[in-house]
Nanobody, 118 residues
Framework: VQLQAFGGGLGQAGGSLRLSCVPS????????VGWYRQAPGKQREQVAV???????TYADSVKGRFTLSLDDAKNAVFLQMNSLKPEDTAVYYC?????????????WGQGTLVTISS
């Protein structure tokens, strides 16, 4: 599955940004969709992931500030980021998990840079 991500860019502390991701397959053919991020010098970490038939899991650092949502008509997944902090600066990756012919696969988008100034 190819994942095309949009949004990101420069923002200010306390502000908001929204990321969008459009999978090449129907979202409901997937096990899960969501977002990870990787800050400079750090490992990639989960930000928010929705498991279909389950719930959305958020990183503690973004709970109450970030919201993952879906638009079935557009086959898109969004990450609304509010009350942004400089430590939210990272490359954000759209993520999908799928099951195919007996195996699970993880697919990643190209990454979009979010930079938050203080």
């Amino acid at each position: 599955v190819q994942l095309q991500a949009f949004g990101g860019g420069l923002g200010q502390a306390g502000g908001s940004l929204r990321l969008s991701c459009v999978p090449s397959a129907s979202m409901h053919s997937l096990n899960a969709v969501g977002w990870y991020r990787q800050a400079p010098g750090k490992q990639r970490e989960q930000v928010a992931v929705l498991t279909f038939g389950g719930s959305t899991t958020y990183a503690d650092s973004v709970k109450g500030r970030f919201t993952l949502s879906l638009d079935d008509a557009k086959n898109a997944v969004f990450l609304q980021m509010n009350s942004l902090k400089p430590e939210d600066t990272a490359v954000y990756y759209c993520y999908a998990d799928r099951y195919y012919v007996g195996n699970y696969y993880q697919d990643w988008g190209q990454g979009t840079l979010v930079t938050i100034s203080s």
